[in-house]
């Protein structure tokens, strides 16, 4: 599986974005999604996650009701839209692939295969 993180940039407190994942080498889907990210000197941490078939999703309370995550199985690409951007969005964004539908999409550990990662700076 290979994953593309894009649609990241500079944008102000309060702006959107909308970041994409194109994944190739297996059926799209076949497994879940996950966005995370990692901020200048800290760990990476969970944003999003959405199942195989979009029934299921599951974010961190740090961005519940401003960010949505979904997914196009025929285009091969899930996406994050970002709303109400803060400064503390500012990270770069990685998505990955649960290949295995873990009970725990929380966690690092769960997926198989990660994205390059995308910049997204906020700026105040």
């Known amino acids: 599986v290979q994953l593309q993180a894009s649609g990241g940039g500079l944008v102000q407190t309060g702006d959107s974005l909308r970041l994409s994942c194109a994944a190739s080498?297996?059926?799209?889907?076949?497994?879940?999604v996950g966005w995370f990210r990692q901020a200048p000197g800290k760990e990476r941490e969970f944003v999003a996650h959405?199942?195989?078939?979009?029934?299921?999703?599951v974010y961190a309370d740090s961005v519940k009701g401003r960010f949505t995550i979904s997914r196009d199985n025929a285009k091969n690409t899930a996406f994050l839209q970002m709303n109400s951007l803060k400064p503390e969005d500012t990270a770069v964004y990685y998505c990955a692939a649960d290949l295995f539908s873990t009970a725990r999409p929380m966690a690092e550990g769960s997926y198989d295969y990660w994205g390059q990662g995308t910049l997204v700076t906020v700026s105040s």
């Open positions: 959405i199942g195989r078939r979009a029934i299921t999703t």
């Open positions: 080498g297996r059926t799209f889907g076949d497994y879940a």
